[in-house]
């Protein structure tokens, strides 16, 4: 029962006032707004850029404390896994969305388990026992460190309300710390959320913004002054010069997109698709603890120049007809990346599955011989974390008449569809490679060829490769070998994307294929990972070739391009300054849309003579007519 561990902050009598206290002094501002302002603040007073990353258990802890969070071990381990080697500011965002501050309600339900008699007090016999020996457990010195607080200690007896109290403003003081350090600061304030100027009713109410016709861009461009928030001390007045007043650029883009009829009305399937040459494999996007996405990745050998018809869409695993799996309306699109030799770090980002029907996403083009990368991506605008939390748990075991151990008809189910999924090429067998793929997602290790063989040995094979009830004998091994208990299996499932009532709801299967006129397509798995800077670079790429560039006025070095098609729209931002820039996007004005950030109003740091995708924006009913309206202006 830690309830500060690793915590350096000493406890503060100092009086805080509402620990949302940026709501009083910023009514204007929304909840996200707020929101985000905080995570900044925490994050830059211990980082000097929110390009930072968090690079250790440690740091994890401490940027946690100073958003005003007590996180547990327990809490750290969650986010910081034996595969993590680092999280970024939009990771901590995410984090700091998930965990929520602990409460003196919380804390005092806690206490009040072990005061039997409602008294107010527990002994220092007691609170040592519960420290040291229930769950996550306090060392000596921690335990010593609590009871000395003079506030809360008297005649051998533990006050936990003052102490609840003294917690819980400890808390929120370090959060206002940490604003009040971005506010102060005038070195960190040039990079901080920004002041949010008044919008205009005008603006937004006019009979031109509200007259869509079709798919139509509106451009506003505007310089707006901005004062510098005076310190403290400093008279609101001030007469300082003007060049030293902060100014914003700004640049707002307005698409109205109509109803999707879930069919692009350009067609480019081949009419005699089905004499072409075919390559198929399968593939997943699973999320991670963290907030990312990783999936199967690709190399595609191309021996002679050829048309290629390229397709992605998500893999339905129901064996029922009419009934689709939850994951159908996920979005998925294919990046094309042209290396100059196997595993060469020189590439060429070539083309991308633009058009779309229902669930599949296609291309269609003329490629030259060569080895190309084939990238997968799902924007995150509907394959994200589920809030939703479930109540019991499915059982995965049971023992049957004669006392053995057998697979539950749930389980047995999930891992057949499991086994779908995981095997890649179709054939209905599992090989090494396909078998080492999953054992990374799951347990990070891979087999071995030793391993393998008396794999073989053991459990229902076919051609050296491991079939389905091979596969569910696998598993049935495991769980005696723990003796029944499902803890390992729950791990196995939790990874491939299942929660606690057996439903994949954070994965989506896929399914690729490319088929060419003239030679048979080669088609490899070769890695599971992120998409990383390649991918990044191919969308920016994509969206720079295909998308309108707008100019931010005033501020030539700053370009937001914007690319549209019938599923989504892409916004990128390019720096060609010096200097990193703070981009803060708002995109609070637009109706019927989902973004891949997962917040109406957020703030991007663009590193000097770079590119980075600001976002991807779907529509959340398709059946319905969608409104991008986007403001995106520089912090200065």
């Given at each position: 029962?830690?309830?500060?561990?690793?915590?350096?902050?000493?406890?503060?009598?100092?009086?805080?006032?509402?620990?949302?206290?940026?709501s009083s002094k910023k009514s204007h501002l929304t909840e996200e707004e707020i929101f985000y302002t905080n995570c900044r603040a925490a994050y830059l007073s211990v980082f000097r850029s929110s390009l930072e990353n968090i690079t250790s258990k440690e740091q994890l802890c401490i940027v946690l404390q100073?958003?005003?969070?007590?996180?547990?071990?327990?809490?750290?381990?969650?986010?910081?896994?034996?595969?993590?080697?680092?999280?970024?500011?939009?990771?901590?965002?995410?984090?700091?969305?998930?965990?929520?501050?602990?409460?003196?309600?919380?804390?005092?339900?806690?206490?009040?388990?072990?005061?039997k008699y409602n008294s107010g007090y527990i002994t220092h016999d007691d609170l040592r026992k519960v420290l040291s020996l229930k769950g996550e457990k306090m060392s000596q010195g921690e335990i010593h460190a609590v009871i000395e607080l003079a506030d809360v200690n008297s005649a051998g007896k533990f006050?936990?309300?003052?102490?609840?109290?003294?917690?819980?403003?400890?808390?929120?003081?370090?959060?206002?710390?940490?604003?009040?350090?971005?506010?102060?600061?005038?070195?960190?304030?040039?990079?901080?959320?920004?002041?949010?100027?008044?919008?205009?009713?005008?603006?937004?109410?006019?009979?031109?913004?509200?007259?869509?016709?079709?798919?139509?861009?509106?451009?506003?461009?505007?310089?707006?002054?901005?004062?510098?928030?005076?310190?403290?001390?400093?008279?609101?007045?001030?007469?300082?010069?003007?060049?030293?007043?902060?100014?914003?650029?700004?640049?707002?883009?307005?698409?109205?997109?109509?109803?999707?009829?879930?069919?692009?009305?350009?067609?480019?399937?081949?009419?005699?698709?089905?004499?072409?040459?075919?390559?198929?494999?399968?593939?997943?996007?699973?999320?991670?603890?963290?907030?990312?996405?990783?999936?199967?990745?690709?190399?595609?050998?191309?021996?002679?120049?050829?048309?290629?018809?390229?397709?992605?869409?998500?893999?339905?695993?129901?064996?029922?007809?009419?009934?689709?799996?939850?994951?159908?309306?996920?979005?998925?699109?294919?990046?094309?990346?042209?290396?100059?030799?196997?595993?060469?770090?020189?590439?060429?980002?070539?083309?991308?599955?633009?058009?779309?029907?229902?669930?599949?996403?296609?291309?269609?083009?003329?490629?030259?011989?060569?080895?190309?990368?084939?990238?997968?991506?799902?924007?995150?605008?509907?394959?994200?974390?589920?809030?939703?939390?479930?109540?019991?748990?499915?059982?995965?075991?049971?023992?049957?008449?004669?006392?053995?151990?057998?697979?539950?008809?749930?389980?047995?189910?999930?891992?057949?569809?499991?086994?779908?999924?995981?095997?890649?090429?179709?054939?209905?067998?599992?090989?090494?490679?396909?078998?080492?793929?999953?054992?990374?997602?799951?347990?990070?290790?891979?087999?071995?060829?030793?391993?393998?063989?008396?794999?073989?040995?053991?459990?229902?094979?076919?051609?050296?490769?491991?079939?389905?009830?091979?596969?569910?004998?696998?598993?049935?091994?495991e769980a005696e070998e723990q003796e029944g208990d499902p803890s390992d299996l729950w791990v196995t499932l939790t990874s491939m994307g299942y929660n606690k009532a057996l439903e994949m709801v954070e994965a989506c299967p896929f399914i690729i294929d490319v088929y060419t006129e003239k030679s048979k397509?080669?088609?490899?798995?070769?890695?599971?990972?992120?998409?990383?800077?390649?991918?990044?670079?191919?969308?920016?790429?994509?969206?720079?070739?295909?998308?309108?560039?707008?100019?931010?006025?005033?501020?030539?070095?700053?370009?937001?391009?914007?690319?549209?098609?019938?599923?989504?729209?892409?916004?990128?931002?390019?720096?060609?300054?010096?200097?990193?820039?703070?981009?803060?996007?708002?995109?609070?004005?637009?109706?019927?849309?989902?973004?891949?950030?997962?917040?109406?109003?957020?703030?991007?740091?663009?590193?000097?003579?770079?590119?980075?995708?600001?976002?991807?924006?779907?529509?959340?009913?398709?059946?319905?007519?969608?409104?991008?309206?986007?403001?995106?202006?520089?912090?200065?």
């Amino acid at each position: 029962m830690s309830l500060y561990r690793g915590s350096p902050t000493p406890f503060s009598s100092h009086k805080s006032s509402d620990p949302e206290f940026l709501s009083s002094k910023k009514s204007h501002l929304t909840e996200e707004e707020i929101f985000y302002t905080n995570c900044r603040a925490a994050y830059l007073s211990v980082f000097r850029s929110s390009l930072e990353n968090i690079t250790s258990k440690e740091q994890l802890c401490i940027v946690l404390q100073k958003a005003g969070r007590s996180p547990s071990q327990k809490t750290i381990d969650k986010y910081w896994t034996s595969k993590t080697s680092k999280l970024q500011f939009d990771d901590f965002c995410e984090i700091l969305k998930r965990e929520k501050p602990l409460t003196k309600t919380e804390l005092l339900k806690a206490f009040q388990i072990i005061d039997k008699y409602n008294s107010g007090y527990i002994t220092h016999d007691d609170l040592r026992k519960v420290l040291s020996l229930k769950g996550e457990k306090m060392s000596q010195g921690e335990i010593h460190a609590v009871i000395e607080l003079a506030d809360v200690n008297s005649a051998g007896k533990f006050d936990y309300n003052k102490f609840c109290t003294l917690f819980t403003l400890t808390a929120e003081q370090c959060l206002k710390s940490s604003v009040e350090k971005l506010e102060n600061d005038a070195k960190i304030k040039r990079q901080q959320f920004g002041s949010h100027s008044e919008k205009s009713p005008e603006r937004f109410s006019s009979p031109a913004s509200k007259m869509f016709s079709g798919t139509r861009w509106n451009s506003e461009e505007e310089i707006t002054p901005r004062e510098i928030t005076p310190r403290k001390g400093e008279n609101k007045s001030s007469s300082r010069p003007s060049s030293s007043r902060s100014r914003r650029a700004s640049i707002s883009s307005t698409i109205s997109m109509g109803a999707s009829s879930t069919k692009n009305s350009k067609s480019l399937e081949p009419k005699n698709l089905k004499e072409w040459q075919n390559a198929s494999l399968k593939g997943c996007f699973y999320l991670e603890e963290e907030g990312g996405c990783v999936n199967h990745q690709y190399r595609l050998y191309l021996s002679q120049k050829s048309t290629v018809y390229l397709t992605i869409k998500p893999f339905n695993l129901s064996q029922i007809e009419e009934k689709t799996c939850p994951w159908m309306s996920v979005d998925t699109a294919l990046y094309v990346v042209k290396e100059k030799s196997e595993n060469s770090q020189n590439v060429e980002p070539i083309c991308f599955t633009e058009f779309h029907d229902k669930e599949k996403f296609y291309w269609k083009g003329e490629l030259v011989s060569g080895i190309y990368r084939l990238l997968p991506l799902t924007t995150g605008c509907r394959l994200r974390k589920k809030k939703k939390q479930i109540t019991g748990e499915a059982k995965l075991l049971y023992r049957n008449s004669s006392g053995d151990l057998t697979l539950t008809k749930e389980f047995r189910s999930a891992l057949s569809d499991i086994f779908e999924v995981i095997d890649l090429d179709g054939n209905g067998l599992l090989s090494l490679e396909e078998y080492n793929y999953y054992e990374m997602r799951t347990s990070g290790e891979k087999c071995d060829e030793d391993a393998w063989d008396l794999c073989k040995k053991n459990f229902n094979t076919q051609k050296n490769e491991l079939t389905r009830q091979g596969f569910m004998e696998l598993n049935l091994m495991e769980a005696e070998e723990q003796e029944g208990d499902p803890s390992d299996l729950w791990v196995t499932l939790t990874s491939m994307g299942y929660n606690k009532a057996l439903e994949m709801v954070e994965a989506c299967p896929f399914i690729i294929d490319v088929y060419t006129e003239k030679s048979k397509p080669k088609l490899k798995v070769i890695s599971l990972e992120q998409g990383g800077k390649l991918l990044n670079m191919a969308v920016c790429k994509s969206v720079v070739d295909k998308g309108e560039a707008k100019m931010m006025k005033g501020y030539d070095e700053v370009v937001i391009h914007t690319y549209k098609s019938d599923a989504r729209i892409t916004s990128v931002i390019e720096n060609k300054g010096s200097t990193e820039v703070t981009v803060h996007v708002s995109m609070e004005q637009s109706k019927n849309c989902i973004n891949s950030r997962g917040l109406n109003s957020f703030a991007v740091e663009v590193a000097p003579k770079s590119e980075m995708v600001c976002q991807h924006v779907m529509p959340v009913n398709e059946r319905q007519e969608w409104i991008y309206h986007c403001n995106e202006s520089i912090v200065a």
